[in-house]
């Protein structure tokens, strides 16, 4: 059994990440509108993972484009250095991020869901990408607080991904 020594990404982790969040915001480095509507869509989050926990299985966690091999087989996923228990919906979640056109998720789902028989949930889908984007935010800030892009970024973020998950 080595459910302890691997990582969570649940309630407690989006609690974790809230309060990393609060503590930029404290110091005056995240601004009062960018850390609330964080705030506001990782409660969301959480309690969507709270939810599921009954579901929640070993997954990879990372499933960016960098780290999965084509090869003559299918895709093979590489690079397990973030494995941990969750929702099979953190994996879209991470994949998500990284393909963005509607129409490619939507043939990614059903390929799924003909292949497991599973169904997937969309909305959690949704606050996987969320997370996988939060938990860049939060781990990252110090770093990415520095560079132009992320002044650019976090609004779209917020307004696009985190204002959704909030006004369900």
């Known amino acids: 059994e080595h459910k ?51 579901s929640h299985i070993l997954v990879h966690s990372d499933l960016s484009l960098s780290n999965i091999l084509l090869t003559e087989k299918g895709p093979v996923p590489i690079d397990f250095s973030l494995l941990g228990y969750s929702t099979p919906m953190l994996d879209f979640g991470s994949l998500f991020c990284y393909i963005g056109d509607e129409a490619c998720q939507e043939q990614v789902i ?17 606050c996987c990408l969320a997370l996988q984007i939060l938990l860049g935010v939060a781990l990252h800030f110090a770093v990415w607080a520095e560079e132009p892009w992320f002044a650019e970024r976090l609004p779209q973020w917020c307004d696009e991904v985190f204002a959704p998950l909030i006004t369900g």
């Open 110 to 126: 059903r390929g799924y869901e003909a292949v497991t028989g599973n169904c997937v949930d969309r909305r959690l889908i949704d």
């Open 4 to 54: 302890g020594s691997l990582g969570r990404y649940d309630h407690a982790l989006c609690a974790r990440l809230d309060a990393l969040l609060a503590g930029y915001h404290a110091r005056g480095k995240l601004g009062t509108p960018f850390f609330a509507q964080m705030s506001a869509a990782l409660r969301v989050i959480g309690e969507a993972l709270r939810e599921s926990a009954a």
